[in-house]
């Protein structure tokens, strides 16, 4: 059964498409996330580029004007639907490439209902905003996961407890049992990060290594391709390590996870066919659940355990800020391209083999 039925958007962006001058698409974003890496591929592709800014982050876009080619200008990033807005774009034969912030910034009604052809699976935002509709489509994967609690269930065991929407990690605790869970909950419900206890997700916490995986499915070549892998460095949690244990005991330090950036990982080769083989289950659960299926770049982020067992706690559907490390390629990208493929070029580029093989429609809804 599909998880959603087709949005009103995506028709509609469909029929834009058919007025599109397909000679002179450009490629457009939200100037930020990852959005600098996507300007760059876009005209290593030679693609005509548009940023969409808000005006206190123009004058450090204006510092690439040579990656950029329109600015539009926005009081606030919510007046993106606004009609003039969205006919700007599609005069510029605009195709949207949503980064890590677009729905977080947009909305998720905009970003969604949007009349402006999308790079990628536009019916996959509503799945990532809702936190349970996340694992389900992990678990109807077969791809590993943490074991889930509902809040007042008997927790036998450390876990980590989110809050909903993407904060990057803010607010989430640690707790040891379901006292502890509730006390947590109950605070940030008094601190209005949480509406309901209900809002939030239990999840087993994972002991091991974090791994986050960079991937692409072309529909053009129907391959998964592993593009990079990366850790993300988190304060505090990544800072704890750097004090002598007693230290946080004594101060009764929490720990967070709030990110702060992204560190390089080069995986052990022995790892990479499970890595793989997961990417590919996560795009055949897309195909099933969420018909035409996954499009484009998306990441799975996982814990390593001892056993060398990857467990997926999250993914993201669209460009992760982890691909910034590889503006100029990564050890990977390099096997299946043999030049400088970042991701954001290897969208351009997905972009660029579908319009010569009039198969547009396939990769953007
Ligand atoms: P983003 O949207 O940036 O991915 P987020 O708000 O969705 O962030 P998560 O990625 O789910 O947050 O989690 C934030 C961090 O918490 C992870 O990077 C990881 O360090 C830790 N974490 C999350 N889930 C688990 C888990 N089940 N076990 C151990 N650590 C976890």
Same mark, same amino acid.
């Given at each position: 059964?599909?998880?959603?039925?087709?949005?009103?958007?995506?028709?509609?962006?469909?029929?834009?498409?058919?007025?599109?001058?397909?000679?002179?698409?450009?490629?457009?974003?939200?100037?930020?996330?990852?959005?600098?890496?996507?300007?760059?591929?876009?005209?290593?592709?030679?693609?005509?580029?548009?940023?969409?800014?808000?005006?206190?982050?123009?004058?450090?876009?204006?510092?690439?004007?040579?990656?950029?080619?329109?600015?539009?200008?926005?009081?606030?990033?919510?007046?993106?639907?606004?009609?003039?807005?969205?006919?700007?774009?599609?005069?510029?034969?605009?195709?949207?490439?949503?980064?890590?912030?677009?729905?977080?910034?947009?909305?998720?009604?905009?970003?969604?209902?949007?009349?402006?052809?999308?790079?990628?699976?536009?019916?996959?935002?509503?799945?990532?905003?809702?936190?349970?509709?996340?694992?389900?489509?992990?678990?109807?994967?077969?791809?590993?996961?943490?074991? !889930?609690? $509902? &809040?007042? @269930?008997?927790?036998? *065991?450390? #876990?980590?407890?989110?809050?909903?929407?993407?904060?990057? =990690?803010?607010?989430?605790?640690?707790?040891?049992?379901?006292?502890?869970?509730?006390?947590?909950?109950?605070?940030?419900?008094?601190?209005?990060?949480?509406?309901?206890?209900?809002?939030?997700?239990?999840?087993?916490?994972?002991?091991?290594?974090?791994?986050?995986?960079?991937?692409?499915?072309?529909?053009?070549?129907?391959?998964?391709?592993?593009?990079?892998?990366?850790?993300?460095?988190?304060?505090?949690?990544?800072?704890?390590?750097?004090?002598?244990?007693?230290?946080?005991?004594?101060?009764?330090?929490?720990?967070?996870?709030?990110?702060?950036?992204?560190?390089?990982?080069?995986?052990?080769?022995?790892? !990479?066919? $499970? &890595?793989? @083989?997961?990417?590919? *289950?996560? #795009?055949?659960?897309?195909?099933?659940?969420?018909?035409? =299926?996954?499009?484009?770049?998306?990441?799975?982020?996982?814990?390593?355990?001892?056993?060398?067992?990857?467990?997926?706690?999250?993914?993201?559907?669209?460009?992760?800020?982890?691909?910034?490390?590889?503006?100029?390629?990564?050890?990977?990208?390099?096997?299946?391209?043999?030049?400088?493929?970042?991701?954001?070029?290897?969208?351009?580029?997905?972009?660029?083999?579908?319009?010569?093989?009039?198969?547009?429609?396939?990769?953007?809804?």
């Amino acid at each position: 059964m599909p998880l959603l039925e087709a949005l009103h958007g995506e028709a509609m962006s469909k029929e834009a498409l058919e007025k599109y001058d397909f000679n002179a698409i450009s490629i457009a974003t939200l100037a930020s996330h990852s959005s600098l890496q996507i300007f760059r591929g876009a005209k290593q592709e030679g693609f005509r580029t548009v940023a969409i800014v808000v005006e206190n982050r123009l004058w450090f876009y204006k510092q690439f004007k040579h990656l950029i080619d329109y600015f539009i200008v926005l009081r606030s990033w919510r007046e993106l639907c606004r009609r003039d807005v969205v006919e700007e774009l599609k005069k510029l034969s605009a195709v949207i490439v949503p980064h890590g912030s677009y729905v977080e910034y947009v909305g998720l009604e905009c970003a969604e209902s949007i009349e402006v052809p999308i790079f990628g699976l536009r019916k996959l935002f509503r799945v990532e905003a809702d936190q349970w509709a996340k694992m389900k489509l992990l678990q109807e994967a077969g791809i590993p996961t943490p074991r !889930l609690y $509902k &809040v007042g @269930e008997e927790i036998d *065991r450390l #876990v980590i407890v989110k809050l909903p929407g993407a904060k990057g =990690g803010r607010g989430y605790f640690l707790a040891k049992n379901s006292k502890e869970v509730l006390e947590g909950l109950r605070k940030r419900v008094e601190e209005g990060l949480l509406n309901s206890l209900e809002e939030a997700m239990i999840q087993e916490y994972l002991f091991g290594v974090p791994a986050y995986y960079h991937y692409f499915y072309s529909p053009v070549l129907d391959r998964v391709e592993m593009l990079g892998a990366d850790i993300r460095y988190e304060t505090n949690i990544d800072g704890l390590k750097r004090l002598p244990p007693k230290f946080s005991i004594e101060l009764d330090l929490e720990p967070t996870f709030v990110v702060v950036g992204n560190i390089p990982l080069v995986l052990r080769e022995s790892l !990479l066919p $499970k &890595v793989l @083989e997961y990417g590919v *289950r996560f #795009v055949e659960a897309t195909k099933r659940m969420l018909p035409p =299926g996954a499009i484009g770049p998306f990441c799975l982020e996982s814990i390593i355990g001892e056993d060398m067992e990857i467990r997926v706690f999250e993914f993201s559907g669209r460009i992760v800020a982890g691909t910034n490390i590889y503006v100029n390629g990564s050890p990977y990208s390099y096997l299946y391209w043999d030049e400088p493929m970042s991701t954001g070029r290897r969208i351009a580029r997905e972009l660029k083999m579908a319009i010569e093989k009039g198969v547009l429609e396939k990769v953007v809804t």
